[in-house]
Nanobody, 126 residues
Framework: QVQLGESGGGSVQAGGSLRLSCAASGRSFSRYAMGWFRQAPGEERECVAAISRSGGNTYHTDSVKGRFTISRDNAKNTVYLQMDSLEPEDTAVYYC???????????????????WGQGTQVTVSS
């Protein structure tokens, strides 16, 4: 069992930055692939970024490449999402998710994740 808690959301102007953190409780954090998802009103929940158990493999969806960076610190049971050059289109509730993984692979679809945080709001104004 893994419990996830996001922090770091807020309101910023376009061009600004935020760093989201997701702290995990429970054992064996390093056995879980992690992902950051977002959901805007009326939209489906989409994968923004994903990272493998070791942190050696990462995925970023095209719309955030070059602006967002996912990383993790297994010693601190925490995964991060650094968001730079934010745009109004990035406004959404951001969720972190965990998927138990037997390999060092990635998970980029929401149906592949086992545990979810409660979400944190990110609002970007123009």
């Amino acid at each position: 069992q893994v419990q996830l808690g996001e922090s770091g959301g807020g309101s910023v102007q376009a061009g600004g930055s935020l760093r989201l953190s997701c702290a995990a409780s429970g054992r064996s954090f390093s056995r879980y692939a992690m992902g950051w998802f977002r959901q805007a009103p009326g939209e489906e929940r989409e994968c923004v970024a994903a990272i493998s158990r070791s942190g050696g493999n990462t995925y970023h969806t095209d719309s955030v490449k070059g602006r967002f960076t996912i990383s993790r610190d297994n010693a601190k049971n925490t995964v991060y999402l650094q968001m730079d050059s934010l745009e109004p289109e990035d406004t959404a509730v951001y969720y972190c998710a965990a998927a138990f993984s037997a390999t060092d692979g990635l998970r980029s679809h929401r149906d592949l994740y086992d545990y979810w945080g409660q979400g944190t709001q990110v609002t970007v104004s123009s």
